[in-house]
């Protein structure tokens, strides 16, 4: 929907394309915004995937289909697994990039090990437990009251399945510290103060090896800062899409 420069949206882990309908409604006046449901997720649950890579090989299917040449694109969580990956394969269709609480690194040992304990976990006793504590971490402790009734039965009505292949995809994603290195695009890197999911210090290093980098971080947030703190978010947002405009 929209006018204007094309802005790709790629949502995060048991999450769906809903989650950036509050930025569709600010952006929509001056860009064309596509946003996507990944496989296994929202309306795509009935399309499987193997891998981030395979992810980002059917997003660019989408892209040649829907005729978008350069493109933004923005990529929260997991969905900044994928735009990354994307990035790698397809450099050429890119005016910019943007790693909204997310990482271009793989996991670090522990991390994995949580995964695979995660993934067993899950095929013993199912999804209950496991979206108990998913949910908990997605949001500052005193912005709980920010997960409306319709994100939590969207990650909770999460296939099983989808679930599974997503934990093993995210465990043995490739490191694509090298990737932002070899880009001349600019690169967005937005964090939350509270977001327990990436460590700021990693963050940074990896925009020191950016071309041309936009880093900022959101007070008080944690790893949802488009539904805990929207205005701040669209904030950064409007500030990177400009600066990238006018580098065109």
Known sequence: MGIGPHLCFLHGFCEDSTLWKSSLQHLQKT????????????????????????????????????????????GHSLGGYVAVDYAAHYPEYLSGLGLIHSTAAEDAAEKKANRKKTIHFIQRHGTVEFFQLFIKTLVAEHHSNCLTPALIHTIQNTPTTSIIQGLQAMLHRKDHRDTLASLSIPILFLMGEYDIHYDMHDIFEQASLCDIAQIQMIDHVGHLSMVENEKAYLSVLQQFLDFTHTLH
Do not use: M, N, V
Request: glycine share 6%; proline share 2%.
């Open 31 to 74: 860009y064309t915004c596509l946003t996507i449901d990944l496989p296994g997720f929202g309306k795509s649950t009935s399309a499987s995937f193997t891998s981030i890579t395979d992810i980002s090989r059917q997003i660019h299917e989408i892209i040649l289909h829907e005729k978008i040449g350069e493109h933004l694109l923005l």
